[in-house]
Structures are given as C-alpha cells and as structure tokens.
C-alpha cells in the first residue's frame, strides 16, 4: 500500500471514530427523579415561598447531591415545572352527548383537584407567585392549562352548533364564566367550600344567561297568536 493510502486509511479511521456516539451515561434513577418532586411538594405544602426553594435545599430536602437535580434539570423554574406536571392529571373523557353534561364533567373535574390538597397547594404557590415568575406560569399555562382550557372552547363551540349558546357570544369570556368561580373557591378563598353540586349550579347559572334568547315582539308589530277579543267594534255582548 502506498503512503498516500495508508493516510487517507488513517484520516478516513479518525473520522470514523469521530462520528461514533458517545457513549450514553447511566440512566435516570425513577426513585431519585420521585424522592426530588415530593421534597418539593413536601416544601410547599410546608409553605415554603418558591423565592425560598434553593437547589441546595431541594437537594438535602431530598437526600440526594445537587449534582444529581442539575443532570437532570438545568435550574428550578425546569425542575417545579415538572414537579406541576406530575400533580396535573388529564381532562375526563367528555361523551359528546349533552353540552350541560360535559360542562358538569370539566367543572366537577376542577372541584376535585381544589379539594386534593396537594394540588392545591401548588396551584396557590404559582399563582401568588406569578408576578415574580412569570415564565414559570407561561410555561405552566402553555403545557398544562392550555390543554384544559381548548376542552372546554370544544365543548362551548358544540353549543353554539346545537343552538344551546348564543352564536354572538365571545367564547373566551364564556369559559371564564364557568371556570372563575371554581377556582375562586378553591385558590383564592381557600375556607370556602367546595360542596357537591357546585358544578351543577355553576354549570346552570351560566347556561341561563348565554342561552339563545326567546324571539320578542317589536314595539309596534303585530301580536303573535290569538287575540283575546276584537280589536275594533262592539264589544261581545253589547249588541
């Protein structure tokens, strides 16, 4: 072989060898990634302010190395943002067969997470810490309430289809109205309670004031139906 060959053999090798993968590290620890969120849930349940959540503390908080938080996540805005995910759980299956009765499933879906205290907890530590983290709350809004919230806009376009929801209404504003007093109870007035039922009543409340309204009979139009007696002449009885 000539010594032209034998270094594009070695320069093709060196390539070789550079393109190879690196080799992949150990894996995750399932057991280090769960002992990590619950001493964080366990932190904020304890009422410690997000501004107070060091890696340092999460870490001996958890029992492990701070090492070991940042392989895994590059900083604590990343970190709590999983640790929201693991307490969220995906919206009920919706049947499709009544708009009241999927309402009552989204908002009965809401009561129950305002009475898991630890989902609780959690919620009322972003929001009231929304304005000092405020990528924090995009990124919540963006992986966890964005998929609840397009539920329910599926459910409110359903009604205006079927003629149960004024066509004219802003659906936006709409969903509000249903999910407001929900989370009211449940994040902002906390002693409040949240009773059986309360979907229900939300749910009818709302119904009643976005639902198509009853034709009305213009100031001087005509009346609609029968008329009680003449319009003109003698009356009934007097001839």
């Known amino acids: 072989m000539s010594r032209v060959a034998e270094d594009r ?12 993968p690196r080799r992949r590290g150990r894996p995750r620890s399932a057991a280090a990634d769960s002992a990590i969120v619950e001493a964080v849930l366990r932190l904020i349940e304890d009422g410690v302010p997000i501004a107070e959540l060091s890696m340092e503390r999460i870490a001996r908080e958890a029992g492990v190395g701070k090492a070991t938080l940042y392989r895994r996540w590059p900083g604590k805005s990343a970190l709590l943002l999983d640790v929201m995910r693991s307490q969220d759980t995906p919206p009920p299956p919706l049947d499709g067969d009544s708009v009241r009765e999927d309402l009552v499933r989204l908002l009965e879906f809401l ?3 305002g009475l898991a205290k630890r989902s609780s907890a959690v919620l009322r530590t ?12 995009a990124e919540y809004h963006e992986t966890v309430v964005r998929a609840r919230h397009e539920a329910l806009l599926g459910v409110l376009r359903r009604g205006v289809a079927s003629g149960e929801i004024r066509a004219d209404q802003d659906l936006d504003t709409v969903a509000d109205l249903f999910v407001g007093p929900m989370l009211a109870r449940a994040i902002l007035h906390e002693w ?3 009773p059986e ?14 639902r198509p309204r009853p034709a009305t009979r213009p100031a001087n139009g005509p009346m609609d139906g029968p008329m009680d007696g003449p319009a003109t002449g003698t009356a009934p009885g007097a001839e």
């Not at 053999?9 to 190879?20: D, F, K, V």
């Not at 972003?126 to 304005?131: D, L």
């Not at 039922?197 to 976005?210: F, H, K, N």
């Open 9 to 20: 053999g070695r320069t093709a090798g060196a390539r070789a060898g550079a393109a190879a």
């Open 197 to 210: 039922g309360l979907a229900e009543d939300i749910v009818d409340t709302v119904l009643e004031g976005v």
């Open 111 to 113: 009561r129950h997470r």
């Open 192 to 194: 409040k309670e949240l």
């Open 126 to 137: 972003v929001v009231s810490h929304v304005q000092a983290q405020p990528e924090l709350w």
